[in-house]
């Protein structure tokens, strides 16, 4: 199951999943969140939070690529992306900022 192997290797660079839904899946603190890419199951959409620094993300992205070529995962850095909470709600929106190319 993807979701097993995105979870061991989130712990073995000490990190854990919060919540997962759908095809997200959202690390502690939702420093960053995984995408399941439908075309390419090997590859992991890589999206860190926009108040993330840049020095911490350039250093979990590389402890994630080690870990995930050891499952045969490929990470793809893909941009960044913010939690909004809606007014007057508890629910939330996902909005995503794709890296631009």
């Known amino acids: 199951c993807p979701l097993a192997e995105v979870k061991m290797m989130l712990e073995e660079i000490g990190h854990d999943v919060s919540y997962a839904y759908e095809d997200l899946v959202f690390a502690e603190h939702t420093a960053f969140i ?4 439908d075309k390419h199951p090997s590859n992991l959409k ?27 995962f490929n990470i793809i850095n893909s941009g960044s992306f913010k939690l909004k909470q809606k007014e007057d709600s508890e629910e939330i929106d996902l909005l995503f900022f794709p890296t631009k190319k």
């Open 34 to 37: 995984f995408q399941f890419d």
């Open 46 to 72: 890589l999206f860190f939070n926009y108040e993330a620094q840049p020095d911490e993300s350039k250093k979990i992205e590389q402890q994630l690529t080690i870990a995930a070529k050891k499952r045969k």
